[in-house]
């Protein structure tokens, strides 16, 4: 049982957050420096529109002639965008599952989530959504977020802006689903995430995939793949149904999703870590046959913000 401390504190926290940022920075030193051709192109920042005030914005972008108008209630900033950048939307999945997870993680392995004293698979996934969103930071991409529940039952999302603050915003809604907006969605996946989607973006889906139909997932991905550039972030949930072993013949099991029991023998309790990781690779292989890449992230923090962020910026210079 997790405390009430383990309970309130974030799955990522502003020290990570600066430490992936780090990370980022020294991975992309090579970009930065010598005779390199400009990452950035274009003559700055282009004014859209003015919008009401939402967390994660600077101070700066506060039209303060505009907010007088409204009395400050809400504040008015301006919106602003550089035409020569992509767009960076991560896919996260939400699920009661990803709060599933263990009190400490093998012998060995160290990282911020260890230390806390529980390691949950959401703490992958709200570290990936970080490291993607400092990679965006660093090349000045818009960054957003989608969360999902479930198979994709529920969409809620965060418009991209530009900057640290968003990411921090974005990590912060994560954890705590706060400042969402509920997305409508149309007939299908493919159709829901491309109509949310102002242009055309990289589109990283991050999830342990441990939901059911998730064929019909990777179908409707490879359509939005189409447009946009989708690829897989698996967090390898093996650790987490490392379960003990127990005395008893039978156990009951409950579906935290579903809340749906289901009694199963000690030996498949003891196979089920290893039924995980079999379901994983058969979620990567057929991505790939879909023509979706796909990363899996291990329990090694800094491995994983490394693999990461070379991926996603791979993809992004891709596409310059």
């Not at 209630?73 to 009661?96: I, K, M, Y």
Request: proline letters at 3%; one cysteine or more; glycine letters at 8%.
């Amino acid at each position: 049982m997790r405390t009430r401390e383990q309970e309130v504190a974030p799955l990522v926290n502003l020290s990570e957050i600066s430490e992936i940022e780090l990370v980022i920075l020294k991975r992309m030193k090579e970009f930065t420096l010598g005779d390199h051709r400009s990452l950035f192109h274009g003559t700055g920042f282009d004014f859209v529109g003015l919008r009401n005030w939402e967390p994660g914005d600077r101070p700066q972008t506060i039209d303060w002639a505009q907010s007088t108008l409204t009395n400050f209630t809400p504040l008015v900033v301006r919106d602003f965008e550089q035409p020569s950048t992509a767009g960076v939307v991560v896919v996260a999945d939400h699920s009661r599952s990803t709060r599933c997870g263990v009190d400490a993680l093998p012998e060995g392995v160290v990282g911020p989530a260890a230390a806390r004293g529980n390691v949950l698979i959401a703490h992958a996934i709200a570290r990936a959504i970080a490291t993607i969103g400092m990679s965006a930071v660093f090349f000045q991409d818009s960054f957003g977020l989608v969360t999902f529940h479930g198979g994709f039952e529920r969409l809620h999302a965060i418009r991209p802006r530009v900057g640290k603050g968003q990411v921090i915003h974005c990590v912060d809604a994560y954890q705590y689903e706060q400042d969402l907006e509920e997305l409508r969605q149309t007939e299908s996946l493919s159709g829901t995430l491309a109509g949310y989607l102002r242009k055309t973006s990289l589109v990283p889906v991050v999830s342990d995939f441990l939901f059911d139909d998730v064929d019909s997932v990777i179908d409707e991905l490879a359509r939005l793949d189409v447009q946009h550039d989708v690829f897989l972030v698996i967090v390898d949930a093996t650790f987490a149904y490392r379960l003990p072993s127990v005395s008893a013949g039978w156990v009951e099991a409950v579906d935290v999703e579903t809340g749906r029991s289901r009694v199963v023998s000690r030996g498949q309790l003891a196979g089920m870590a290893e039924k995980v990781r079999g379901w994983q690779d058969q979620v990567e292989k057929k991505a790939r046959e879909a023509g979706i890449d796909a990363i899996r992230l291990g329990l090694d923090d800094t491995r994983s913000d490394i693999a990461l962020a070379e991926f996603a910026v791979e993809r992004r210079l891709r596409k310059r």
